[in-house]
């Protein structure tokens, strides 16, 4: 990974923490703001909720506008800080049909739900079931 200072890594990606790529900001909170590949000319972009869970990821283009984009939320129980991720919004990108995109695509203990099934199989090794 980069530092604030040298934010090439060892992948030819500038990480930064800041907005804007600045090298330095009093909002850092040690996520990943912005990941630019520098050699496609291209962002990615992420925002993060309190505490440090994705809540929109993005790539963007010359254009600055988003080539994808997803937005995310979680079914957190009051004063739980967990929970399972849905995503909320999508675009330029298909979603698999296993992908969770309501709470109620979990069950009472936690276990993903497809079509009133549990989920066997790649999302279960993926973590996605609870």
């Not at 703001?33 to 440090?52: E, G, K, R, W």
């Not at 939320?73 to 800080?81: I, N, P, R, T």
């Not at 999508?90 to 069950?107: I, K, M």
Request: net charge negative.
């Amino acid at each position: 990974m980069g530092t604030a200072g040298s934010p090439r890594s060892a992948f030819g990606l500038d990480m930064y923490y800041c907005a804007n790529h600045a090298a330095s900001c009093s909002t850092n909170t040690g996520n990943l703001v912005t990941a630019t590949a520098s050699v496609l000319n291209m962002d990615q972009q992420f925002a993060n909720d309190p505490i440090h869970r994705w809540l929109v990821r993005a790539f963007e283009g010359l254009a600055a506008s988003p080539v994808w984009s997803e937005g995310f939320a979680y079914d957190d129980e009051a004063g739980k800080l967990y929970g399972n991720r849905r995503v909320t919004s999508s675009s330029g990108l298909s979603l698999e049909a296993s992908t969770p995109t309501v709470a109620t695509n979990f069950d009472i203990n936690n276990r993903l739900q497809i079509n009133g099934r549990e989920s066997k199989g790649e999302e279960a090794v993926a973590g996605l079931d609870g």
